[in-house]
């Protein structure tokens, strides 16, 4: 067993929470028919991850057990483990496999688990900045593969049809949720209340706009024009935590071991999927010594990689290019509340309003400095 009977799940504004390490490892014990302990790996926001280790000799078994904090979103667990299962029935990506899964989190560990494979290797992110060059660009390739396979994929009519009708049966901002956040204690006298107050209104006119033009901006008629695609049949899955430290690789040959930490997978449309991984940046961009190397070095990650998706997808480049100002705008709904209460985005959300109504759904409107939010 685990020495510790119990571990905790601390919040800055709430109450702690507690699972059971002890419930965890007769899981584990059940599983494998062995007596087990657990070491603890890792602990980020949303999860706690421990090494399966064989009580008797020692050794790790190859999986690790790693727990959902009760905070996690609800079916997000159900959502991950289904999507590994796709992936991996569908693609040559690498991904780990899961043995044992519970999304209850009334079951007698206390909180939602899983058993999964433990990919061998080390985060790339440990050392992705020294790394030679040449170690590099091969992760870079094999990584540009899996993203090409990946991007193949389809998420079916069925799923698109039913994520379209949750995104437009929300014809305004909830009214709860302003008023929750107009309820400011520390807010400053009557004229900041009132201050507080009016640009939460704003943001709330502004942010009706924004779903408005929702329906009407996103990109297939730019990215395909002329072609029969339309958003209900051209989606895929969209990485949305695709970071170093979620790469396994071996650091001495550069070979990608697995991907771990799927949760944040969402599908998409093709040009909203299009994308270079924010760990591969412009090496004309001020993002470019972000990430180490030489601007030699840069060049040839860069180089890599798009060199890569040409190769292996010719429908990702047409996406890629044809989708960018989509991406910006879809960057844009990641705004938090009080930025849309600013003049200046509600006047660029009215100038692409306009703009669709003038040139068709699906247009994009060319971008200047001067309008960017």
């Known amino acids: 067993m685990h020495s510790k009977t119990a571990s905790v799940w ?24 062995v007596k087990c302990r657990l070491e603890k790996m890792a602990e980020g926001g949303y999860h706690k991850v421990y090494d399966i280790i064989e009580a008797g000799d020692g050794k790790s078994l190859g999986a690790v057990a790693r727990v959902a904090s009760p905070a996690f979103p609800g079916d997000k667990m159900k959502s991950e483990v289904a999507t590994l299962r796709y992936i991996a029935s569908h693609t040559s990506v690498p991904v780990p496999s899961v043995s044992v899964w519970n999304a209850d989190a009334s079951n007698p560990v206390g909180a939602e688990y899983m058993i999964m494979q433990k990919i061998p290797g080390i985060p790339a992110s440990d050392n992705w900045k020294t790394l030679p060059v040449e170690i590099k660009e091969r992760v870079v390739i094999q990584v540009s593969e899996h993203l090409a396979d990946l991007f193949s994929l389809s998420a079916g009519d069925y799923l698109a049809h039913y994520l379209r009708a949750l995104l437009f049966k929300c014809a305004e901002f909830p009214k709860e949720t302003m008023r929750q956040l107009g309820d400011d204690e520390e807010a400053k006298g009557d004229s900041d209340r009132e201050q507080k107050r009016e640009a939460l209104q704003r943001a709330e006119r502004v942010l009706g706009k924004g779903i408005q033009l929702c329906t009407i901006y996103p990109g297939d008629a730019s990215v395909f024009p002329g072609g029969s695609s339309t958003p209900e049949q051209l989606f895929t899955l969209r990485l949305d935590d695709f970071r170093l430290v ?100 509600e006047r660029w959300v009215d100038a692409r309003l306009a703009w669709a109504s003038e040139r ?14």
């Open 360 to 373: 068709g759904q699906g247009v994009a409107m060319p971008e200047s400095d001067d309008m960017l939010i």
């Open 10 to 33: 601390t919040y800055e504004n709430g109450a702690p929470e507690e699972f059971s390490l002890t419930r965890l490892c007769e899981v584990a014990e059940a599983h494998f028919g």
């Open 246 to 345: 979620n790469i396994i690789i071996d650091e001495h040959t550069g070979k990608v071991n697995g991907y771990v930490d799927f949760e944040g997978t969402t599908t998409a449309p093709l040009w909203l999927a299009a994308t270079v991984p924010q760990w591969i940046p412009d090496p004309d961009g001020d993002m470019a010594s972000w990430y180490g190397g030489s601007p030699a070095d840069q060049r040839r990650v860069w180089d890599a990689f798009h060199a890569t998706m040409d190769r292996c997808d010719a429908e990702w480049r047409k996406a890629y290019q044809g989708g960018k100002p989509f991406r910006r705008w879809a960057d844009y709904l990641e705004l938090g509340v009080e930025a849309w209460s600013f003049g200046h985005v």
